[in-house]
């Protein structure tokens, strides 16, 4: 990855290629998440997490590059290009932490709901739909 023998323009291209395969990791997330498959998310964020880290690497290894400091105006492009794609990737992310937050809280609702069925305990839910259990739900109504 960091071989000196690339060049400065070879490493901003294999930076670009990284990033593109983490978008399309963040938009296999989406769909795995929204599927509510377990395998599928787990597999996704291993990925998402090793080319998060290559690209890293490779930021370090380009921000001691003294062609940063004068890009040329092709490399100026590509840079602007996986800035660009870098924000793809935030809001991307920040899409698919919220989608797994509501499949966690539909989960819960789900057990919960399991939970009641299963005569444990009655549940009621509050304003935000967390649930509390209470035995005595209905026992004391007198009229």
């Known amino acids: ?20 395969a983490l978008i399309e990791t963040l938009k296999n997330e989406i769909t795995a998440i929204l599927s509510r498959k377990s395998i599928a998310i787990d597999a996704c964020t291993k990925k998402k997490l090793a080319l998060i880290n290559t690209i890293q690497q490779r930021d370090k290894y380009l921000s001691q590059c003294p062609e940063i400091t004068s890009p040329s105006e092709h490399n100026k492009t590509l840079i602007n290009t996986i800035q660009t794609m870098l924000e ?56």
């Open 1 to 20: 990855m960091s071989d000196e023998s690339f060049t400065f323009e070879h490493q901003l291209f294999a930076q670009k290629h990284d990033i593109n």
């Open 88 to 143: 793809q990737c935030y809001q991307l992310n920040d899409t698919n932490g919220s989608a797994l937050q509501r499949a966690y809280l539909s989960m819960h609702k789900l057990s919960n709901i399991f939970q009641e069925a299963g005569g444990k305990n009655e549940i009621t839910y509050d304003r935000g739909g967390k649930a509390s259990g209470s035995r005595t739900l209905g026992t004391n109504v007198k009229a």
